[in-house]
């Protein structure tokens, strides 16, 4: 077996400044393997103050790693919660995800890369809206933003912005028939709400002889405020 922890930076506050941060952790991971059984995780702790407002994050996420019934298994967990004060936000928000990289055979179909995701007061930073008919900012957010539905490897949450008022969701998954990933049809489901936008996303892609990259796409976005559709 082997074992590993690393710290990226922990701080503490000893003197100086009374408002500034009591401690912060920028960044800490681990990771035990023991025969086929392996689990590693992330995590942070910190605060910022901007525009006159303090914000306290907190992130975690564990993945986990093992064989049974002669199939690899792998699912993970993440969780990022926050809070700001200040002059005109007071508000916590919160996101949870989970996913699951194998389930075998469910009447014949395999199904991959099983992934949830629920947001509380959290909006997705999509880009401001364009001219085009065919805007798809959500697909676009989706397919360009790094790791929007987990904790990305620098732990900071770029893809998301707090939003009082707001509330996200996302399922998705992938499938493929007679045990090999010849054909694989990935499917996902999104929608947002805030003060702002309310829309909402649902998106194919097929893979053919394990591509990296989709070979055919089918993505449908709809804007529920504006009565619009892509």
């Known amino acids: 077996y082997n074992a590993s922890i690393i710290v990226y930076r922990f701080r503490w506050r000893i003197a100086g400044n009374p408002n500034a941060s009591k401690w912060l952790l920028d960044g800490i991971s681990f990771a035990l393997k023991i025969g086929t059984?392996?689990?590693?995780?992330?995590?942070?702790?910190?605060?910022?103050?901007?525009?006159?407002?303090?914000?306290?994050e907190l992130q975690f996420a564990l993945d986990l790693k093992f064989r049974a019934l002669s199939k690899n298994f792998q699912l993970g967990v993440f969780l990022y919660k926050g809070e700001v004060s200040g002059p005109v936000d007071n508000f916590k928000y919160r996101m949870f995800g989970f996913k699951l990289a194998f389930i075998p055979a469910v009447g014949g179909l395999d199904l991959y890369n099983i992934r949830l995701m629920a947001a509380n007061n959290l909006a997705p930073n999509l880009a401001p809206p364009d001219a085009s008919v065919q805007n798809l900012r959500i697909f676009k957010w989706y397919k360009t933003v790094t790791a929007p539905l987990s904790v990305p490897a620098d732990r900071r949450m770029n893809a998301w912005r707090p939003q009082e008022d707001s509330f996200a969701f996302g399922v998705g998954t992938a499938g493929a028939f007679g045990g090999t990933k010849a054909l694989l049809l990935d499917m996902f489901v999104f929608g947002h709400h805030s003060p702002a936008d309310?829309?909402?996303?649902?998106?194919?892609?097929?893979?053919?002889?394990?591509?990296?990259?989709?070979?055919?796409?089918?993505?449908?976005?709809?804007?529920?405020?504006?009565?619009k559709w892509a």
């Open 37 to 56: 059984f392996e689990l590693s995780g992330t995590g942070m702790a910190g605060e910022q103050t901007i525009n006159e407002h303090l914000y306290q």
């Open 198 to 227: 309310n829309a909402f996303m649902i998106a194919m892609e097929l893979f053919l002889l394990k591509s990296q990259k989709p070979v055919g796409f089918g993505v449908l976005e709809v804007d529920l405020n504006a009565g």
